[in-house]
């Protein structure tokens, strides 16, 4: 069964970068699939952030394009987000996912605060 | 990008009930769209794909349909586990983009 779990900080001070991790098991990320970083708002609203295929390409909502990077360890099966400059408009809980097939963490809630 | 507007922001139904939500996409979006649940500290789930394909696990009582720029999401004999909100996704075009979502409460 593919699982996903992802980590990091649960407060960024603004101007800092954001950095989170997926880990990945039950399946190799270079097999297959694309691997997406998706955050929900506290009002609810959902966002597609972007994602990195199985084999490396990278594609990113052009809303954050300047700001985030998606990269990956495929020696530990894990792939990572960084979002630069955050603001308290990037307050969310953060999931990492596989949507097709549908593969999702239970997700993580980060603040951006002083 | 794809706009998706989805209503209605809420609903409340009874037991029993059929309940239905719509997304209209800004374009036609070839019938590719998802619709997702998610319960209160929860991931997402998907439920439907390609507009009316039910993924597995997902029960009967849920379908979906439409084409071009408009679609539903129907669950017909609403029970009391399907207290949810529900989103639709666009995944013909990227950035992929999500409806605003859609509450069910149990009156």
């Known amino acids: 069964e593919i699982q996903l779990q992802e980590s990091g900080p649960g407060l960024v001070k603004p101007s800092q970068s954001l950095s989170l991790t997926c880990s990945v098991t039950?399946?190799?990320?270079?097999?297959?699939?694309?691997w997406s970083w998706i955050r929900k708002f506290p009002g609810n609203k959902m966002e597609w952030m972007g994602y990195?295929?199985?084999?490396?390409?990278?594609n990113y909502n052009p809303s954050l394009k300047s700001r985030i990077s998606i990269t990956r360890d495929t020696s530990k099966n894990q792939f990572f987000l960084q979002l630069n400059s955050v603001t308290t408009e990037d307050t969310a809980t953060y999931y990492c996912a596989s949507m097709q097939p549908d593969y999702w963490g239970q997700g993580v809630m980060v603040t951006v605060s002083s | 990008d794809i706009q998706m507007t989805q209503s209605p922001p809420s609903l409340s139904a009874s037991l029993g009930d059929k309940v239905t939500i719509t997304c209209q996409a800004s374009q036609n979006i070839n019938k590719y769209i998802a619709w997702y649940q998610q319960k209160p500290g929860k991931a997402p789930r998907q439920l439907i794909r390609y507009t009316s394909t039910l993924v597995s696990g997902t029960p009967s009582r849920f379908s979906g349909s439409g084409s071009g720029r408009d679609y539903s999401f129907s669950i017909s004999n609403v029970e009391s586990e399907d207290i949810a909100s529900y989103y639709c996704l666009q995944y013909d075009n990227l950035p992929l983009t999500f409806g605003s979502g859609t509450k069910l409460e149990i009156k």
């Open positions: 990195i295929s199985y084999s490396g390409s990278t």
């Open positions: 039950g399946y190799t990320i270079t097999s297959g699939y694309d």
